[in-house]
């Protein structure tokens, strides 16, 4: 079945017209509030946070 193997793309390609594909650009971190909890964009701060719990349903869940 050849119809089903993988082809890697070996050029960028848009409407026939090649292009190089930019580096992504950082992005400053944002502290978003949804229902009155906190959240933050970055997830490099978030790496210390690796204690958080949930409670669903009356049980509680530790990461």
């Known amino acids: 079945m050849d119809f089903f193997e993988e082809h890697p793309m070996t050029a960028l390609l848009y409407r026939g017209h090649t292009y190089a594909a930019a580096p992504a650009t950082p992005k400053a971190c944002v502290?978003?509030?949804y229902r009155r909890e906190?959240?933050?964009?970055?997830?490099q701060e978030l790496i210390g946070e690796s204690r958080r719990t949930l409670t669903y349903r009356g049980v509680t869940y530790t990461k």
């Open 31 to 33: 502290e978003l509030t």
């Open 38 to 43: 906190h959240y933050n964009t970055c997830r």
